[in-house]
């Protein structure tokens, strides 16, 4: 069944992030529903909010793949249903 889920992303701010996210998707061939990022003032850090609709099942291999991106810092999985969030990476270097 599929479901709405949110990823919150931390990262650092490089210009490849977004390409390397969406390529990503793209080669998972799970469509986006929705992204966004921003950067808070005089921060290194980008927060990247990635919508999509999936099996829930498939968050785990999702989120494998999120955290070899290089500058993922952290993630985060939000299912639409509970209203839960859930850590589910981070790296050590934050």
């Not at 919150?8 to 929705?34: C, K, M, W, Y």
């Not at 999120?66 to 939000?78: E, G, Q």
């Amino acid at each position: 069944m599929l479901k709405e889920l949110t990823f919150v992303v931390s990262a650092e701010n490089h210009p490849d992030l977004l390409a390397r996210t969406v390529l990503l998707f793209h080669r998972l061939a799970i469509p986006i529903q929705g992204l966004t990022m921003r950067r808070p003032q005089d921060s290194p850090k980008m927060r990247m909010t990635i919508e999509i609709l999936a099996d829930p099942e498939q968050s785990d291999r999702i989120v494998a793949n999120l955290a070899k991106i290089v500058h993922v810092l952290s993630i985060n999985l939000r299912e639409q249903d509970a209203g839960t969030v859930h850590s589910l990476a981070s790296s050590g270097d934050s």
